[in-house]
């Protein structure tokens, strides 16, 4: 391929990436990172553990002294950072960063990358199962041994935005998944509801009504409501997806007998004045940013809703 025609193709890239996130409030890659690569950093993940009941503390530990915040992946409790130097096939895969670089601007940052890991009931300790039905988030962290704690757990997550977990911040962020296997339906696939980000940021749980196989009636209260298209994000080893901070997404119970893992990065803008998110951020008809982000905790960060709205998808 001549110089024209790679910047061509660079070009295109970037102007489908604006226009997918102005549009559906996401952006999936045709093209895969390098599936090698993500097979042999997949295994020596696996190496580091049994992903299995005995990620889980008993009951009467837990009990003991149950802790519900603190308890995900943070600077030296997280497993990536024993891999820094493997991760190049993702940071820099050139079609990563164009498109990243297409709405972050030159400079983007990196705010958080962590392993993500979608439990299967099998390894769910029963008591825990009980205890966690009908939760609208189950984070699995609180529950873990905390040598565990640098992978984050999920036993299902009900549709929410990933402004959730910022407080005050406008949605100048994006969050790239990538799959380090094969995953189909039965693997804990994320469910996006694109167009959903048009109504900006609104407080968890968000209000969804089911209106047909694949779509949704979303209310945000003055700031209007939307139909929007349900999206099962399947697919191979590497695959690839971005969104914006206000898309929202979830995921229902890992229904296969192994457990589904993800790298899950939240990259923001960093010097650039201004960028491809500020004309997706100019067609939003909601907020931009949130004072409070959700209302299913209490001050301990102890779940006091029962509601799921994505085992319904």
């Known amino acids: 391929m001549n110089a024209t025609a790679k910047s061509s193709a660079a070009w295109s890239l970037s102007e489908q990436v604006v226009s997918d996130f102005i549009r559906q409030g996401a952006h999936l890659f045709d093209e895969v990172v390098d599936p090698t690569a993500a ?6 993940i696996r190496a580091t553990r049994a992903f299995d009941e005995s990620l889980f503390l008993s009951e009467a530990e837990f009990d003991a002294d149950p802790q519900y915040t603190g308890v995900n992946p943070r600077p030296g409790r997280n497993l990536l950072e024993r891999f820094e130097d493997r991760l190049g096939f993702v940071e820099r895969a050139p079609h990563i960063v164009e498109a990243v670089t297409a709405l972050l601007g030159e400079g983007y940052e990196i705010l958080n990358k962590k392993v993500v890991c979608g439990v299967p009931a099998k390894s769910v300790p029963e008591w825990l199962r009980a205890r966690i039905h009908g939760n609208p988030v189950n984070n699995l962290g609180a ?23 910022y407080k005050e911040r406008e949605a100048d962020f994006l969050t790239l998944y990538v799959y380090l296997h094969p995953v ?11 167009g959903s980000h048009r109504l900006g940021g609104s407080v968890f749980p968000h209000d969804l009504t089911r209106t047909g196989d694949d779509s949704w009636l979303y209310r945000n209260g003055p700031h ?38 993800s790298l899950r990065y939240l990259i923001a803008r960093g010097a650039a004045q201004r960028s491809g998110m500020d004309a997706v951020n ?32």
């Open 184 to 194: 189909t339906k039965a693997d804990a696939p994320l469910y996006l509801l694109e």
């Open 143 to 165: 529950y873990v041994k905390p040598q565990n704690r640098d992978v984050t757990y999920f036993y299902g997550i009900d549709f929410h935005q990933d402004l959730i977990d």
């Open 39 to 44: 097979a042999e950093l997949l295994a020596e």
């Open 282 to 313: 100019a067609t939003l008809t909601g907020p931009l940013s949130l004072t409070d982000t959700r209302k299913d905790l209490d001050a301990q960060g102890a779940a006091v809703i029962r509601q799921n709205t994505v085992l319904k998808a």
């Open 224 to 261: 209007g409501e939307a139909s929007v298209r349900q999206r099962i994000l399947t697919g191979g080893t590497g695959f690839a997806a971005i969104w914006h901070a206000c898309t929202l997404h979830g995921t229902q119970p890992d229904a296969a007998d192994h457990e589904r893992i």
